[in-house]
């Protein structure tokens, strides 16, 4: 019974540092397209990403046997899928559309692909 909570714990621990590294190449990203930009706030010495709530965020996540794109508190499907990189480029024209990101997962919930404008 231990190792099958060593797996569930390994699995676990992979995905939050999956989550950690997507959420630091977000911010990252977002602050290098803030640079390259030059905008104004920057060069005052503001910051370019003063709360990264204001990131808008979009998901495709498996749900009840298909893929689902969601919108972060969205409580209902923009789209849904068979197939998740289906439901990509319509999902990055809308994440372009807000200067936003998307991430994508498989059907066991961990991190495919994600796209950052």
Not at 15 to 34: E, P, R, T
Not at 40 to 61: C, E, M, T, V, Y
Not at 71 to 80: A, M, N, Q, T
């Amino acid at each position: 019974m231990g190792d099958c909570q060593s797996e569930v714990d390994l699995k676990q621990s992979l995905s939050d540092a999956a989550a950690l590294a997507i959420c630091f190449d977000i911010l990252s990203s977002k602050a290098m397209f803030g640079i390259c930009k030059l905008k104004s706030a920057h060069l005052k010495g503001g910051w370019i990403i003063h709360d990264q709530a204001l990131i808008p965020l979009r998901f495709i996540k498996h749900s009840k046997g298909q893929f689902c794109e969601i919108k972060e508190g969205g409580k209902r499907s923009v789209r849904v899928h068979a197939d998740n990189l289906a439901l990509v480029p319509a999902a990055t024209t809308r994440t372009k559309r807000e200067s936003g990101a998307l991430l994508v997962y498989d059907a066991g919930g961990f991190p495919v692909t994600w796209f950052v404008e």
